[in-house]
C-alpha cells in the first residue's frame, strides 16, 4: 500500500477517471476544466509530493458521437487558450499534467487531431501527442504521424498512447524504442471490451518492459456506457493499481529507474534487446541482427485482403462522422464571411 507521499525515487502519480461533459461553447470546455482543476486540488492537497496528475481522453472539450460539429468548431491550438490555462495551474501547484485537447490541424481542409499535452511544473508544454489510430469506423480524425517521447519527473522518460492506439503493439513499441519508461494511456474505452482493456494494458507493459498508466472514462453518453478500471501496470505486466467503475482518483507510486535498471540488466525476457539480438545464445555474441519481419520491411507490400476500401457497411457508419464536420465546415465558413 503506498504512503500519502513518495518516498526516495519513487514517482507519484494520481489517476483522475470521470465523466466530462460534451462541450457545446468555450463556456462548457471552461466548465470540465474547472473538473479537472477541482481533482488537481485534490491531488495535491491528498497526496503532497505528486508528480504528475493524469485525466481521461476528451476530457477536456467532452466527447460525444453526435456533436462533432462541436469539435470542429471549438479546436484549439498547441500552445493555444486550453494549454495556457492549464499551464498556470500546474506552476502553482507544482506539479506536471495530462491534459487533453481537440486540436486544429495544420492544414486548414484537415480535421482536427485527438491530442493530448504533457505540462511541466514550470506550467510549458513539455509533450504533444496526436492520436496516431483513431478508432474506426466511428472516429473522424485525422491520425497523427509522430511517436515522441519527453524527460520527466524522477527519471521518468514519458510517453503517450491514446486509447486505440494501444490496441496496435507497435505505437507502444515505437515509444518504447524512443526511451519511454512510462507510457501514459488516457483513454475513453467502453463495454464490451472491457476484458481487452487489461489484456492490452499489461501486455504493452510486459513486452516493452515499461509502466503503463492507463486513465478511463466512466460513466455513459449517447452511445456507449465506460467502466473506468483506470489502472497502473509495471514492467512485468503485473497490475499494481486498479481503480473501480465510479469517478474518483487514486494514487500510485512507480519507479522509472527500475525499468532503467532492467532494460540493461536482465539476461532473460529482455524484449526490447533480444528483438534486435536474436537467439544469441546459439549465435554469439550477438545473435541475429538483421530485420526478419517483413510487415516493416515490405510495408507497400500488404497483403490483398488488407489493402482493400472499407466495405459499405463501414462507410455507412463513418460518414455519419464525416457528414457531421463537413457541414459544420460550411458553416462555420459562412459564419466567418458573414462576420467579415
Wanted: proline share 7%.
Amino acid at each position: 500500500m503506498p504512503a500519502v507521499n513518495p518516498a526516495g525515487d519513487a514517482m507519484s502519480i494520481v489517476m483522475c477517471q470521470f465523466s466530462p461533459d460534451a462541450a457545446t461553447d468555450w463556456a462548457g470546455v471552461e466548465h470540465n476544466i474547472e473538473r479537472i482543476f477541482g481533482y488537481v486540488d485534490r491531488a495535491c492537497n491528498g497526496f503532497p509530493g505528486v508528480d504528475l496528475i493524469v485525466v481521461p481522453e476528451y476530457s477536456t472539450h467532452g466527447f460525444g458521437f453526435d456533436p462533432y460539429a462541436k469539435h470542429l468548431k471549438l479546436a484549439s491550438t498547441i500552445p493555444g487558450p486550453e494549454t495556457e490555462i492549464f499551464g498556470k495551474k500546474a506552476k502553482e501547484k507544482g506539479v506536471w499534467l495530462c491534459v487533453s485537447v481537440v486540436e486544429k490541424a495544420d492544414n486548414p481542409n484537415d480535421k482536427p487531431h485527438n491530442s493530448m499535452v504533457i505540462i511541466n511544473s514550470d506550467g510549458e508544454v513539455a509533450l504533444k501527442y496526436r492520436k496516431m489510430m483513431p478508432w474506426c469506423p466511428k472516429e473522424p480524425w485525422t491520425p497523427g504521424e509522430e511517436m515522441n517521447v519527453c524527460d520527466g519527473p524522477k527519471g521518468s522518460k514519458l510517453a503517450m498512447s491514446i486509447c486505440s492506439d494501444f490496441d496496435y503493439p507497435e505505437v507502444s513499441r515505437e515509444a518504447a524504442w524512443k526511451g519511454a519508461n512510462v507510457i501514459i494511456r488516457p483513454s475513453k474505452y467502453m463495454y464490451p471490451w472491457d476484458k481487452i482493456w487489461d489484456i492490452t494494458n499489461q501486455v504493452r507493459a510486459y513486452e516493452n518492459q515499461c509502466y503503463v498508466v492507463a486513465v478511463n472514462h466512466t460513466g455513459q453518453d449517447a452511445s456507449y456506457s465506460y467502466f473506468g478500471r483506470s489502472m497502473v501496470a509495471d514492467y512485468d505486466g503485473n497490475i499494481i493499481m486498479k481503480m473501480g467503475d465510479t469517478e474518483g482518483m487514486t494514487k500510485c507510486d512507480i519507479y522509472p529507474n527500475q525499468v532503467e535498471a532492467i532494460r540493461d540488466e536482465r539476461i532473460s525476457n529482455n524484449y526490447l534487446y533480444q528483438l534486435k539480438h536474436r537467439g544469441y545464445t546459439g549465435v554469439p555474441p550477438m545473435g541475429k541482427t538483421e530485420n526478419p519481419f517483413t510487415i516493416y520491411s515490405e510495408w507497400d507490400k500488404v497483403p490483398e485482403r488488407w489493402n482493400r476500401a472499407p466495405d459499405a457497411g463501414s462507410e455507412e457508419i463513418a460518414n455519419v462522422g464525416r457528414d457531421a464536420l463537413e457541414k459544420a465546415a460550411k458553416d462555420l465558413k459562412k459564419s466567418d464571411e458573414e462576420a467579415a
